[in-house]
């Protein structure tokens, strides 16, 4: 079964629209990733998230940690058609920090219709 | 050049053929990774390096052989693949420091296609 799970697979949100992204774990988290990926390029770091209720925000977009729930959320508010691509979650599986390698989520396509 | 270059961004090679794929990091980071993309499968790791040591080889077949010769070059070698390696391959760079996690940065991808 899949570590982590993001939902929606995809979504067609129109133009100034809000939404949510999820990313839950069946394991306990050690730091939980937000990226953006154009299709076919390399991964945009977003955000990083440590700790429990953690919650950090870059222009329109939030990403919030429930270390209980084992999961993440991404919030874009007032989507613009530069919000479009693929996001994904990654997240650290294992205790101890350091040079660890992280596991992905599928992602969510994101597209943004004028 | 700033951030994570990888080179070449794109590649077709045969099953019998060696190529190597390249990546700098030019952010002062001591920890480098390799991952696979594959069409609708999640991002996999492959390899970890920590301090030019390989600290982690998540079963990758050994036609895949990496090396990382100083803290900010890393190379995946590679022979003999088959078509089901065609993936975009990417490498990421950390600053390891007291166990602590620490932001991973991403290339934009070597696209390679095995015919």
């Known amino acids: 079964s899949q570590e982590l799970e993001q939902s929606p697979q995809s979504l067609i949100v129109q133009e100034g629209k809000n939404l949510t992204i999820n990313c839950t774990s069946s394991?306990?988290?050690?730091?939980l990733y937000w990226y953006k990926q154009k299709y076919g390029e390399g991964l945009i770091f977003l955000m990083m998230?440590?700790?429990?209720?953690e919650e950090k925000s870059h222009e329109k977009i939030t990403a919030k940690l429930d270390e209980k729930k084992q999961q993440s959320s991404l919030h874009i508010t007032a989507s613009q058609p530069s919000h479009a691509g693929i996001y994904l979650c990654?997240?650290?599986?294992?205790?101890?920090?350091?040079?660890?390698?992280?596991?992905f989520g599928k992602g969510t396509h994101l597209i943004i219709q004028p | 050049e700033t951030g994570v270059t990888q080179t070449p961004r794109h590649l077709v090679m045969g099953m019998t053929n060696k190529k190597s794929l390249k990546c700098e990091q030019h952010?002062?980071?001591?920890?480098m990774y390799w991952y696979k993309q594959s069409a609708k499968k999640p991002l996999e790791l492959m390899f970890v390096?920590?301090?030019?040591?390989?600290?982690e080889n998540n079963s990758v077949p050994s036609r895949f052989s990496p090396e990382c010769p100083n803290s900010s070059h890393l190379f995946l070698h590679l022979h003999t693949l088959q078509p089901e390696d065609s993936a975009l391959y990417l490498c990421?760079?950390?600053?390891?420091?007291?166990?602590?996690?620490?932001?991973?940065?991403f290339g934009p991808g070597t696209r390679l296609t095995v015919l």
């Open positions: 390096y920590s301090l030019e040591e390989r600290v």
């Open positions: 990654g997240a650290g599986l294992r205790s101890g920090g350091g040079a660890d390698g992280l596991t």
């Open positions: 998230l440590q700790k429990g209720g």
């Open positions: 394991k306990t988290l050690y730091g």
């Open positions: 990421a760079s950390s600053q390891h420091r007291d166990r602590v996690l620490r932001e991973q940065f």
């Open positions: 952010l002062g980071h001591n920890a």
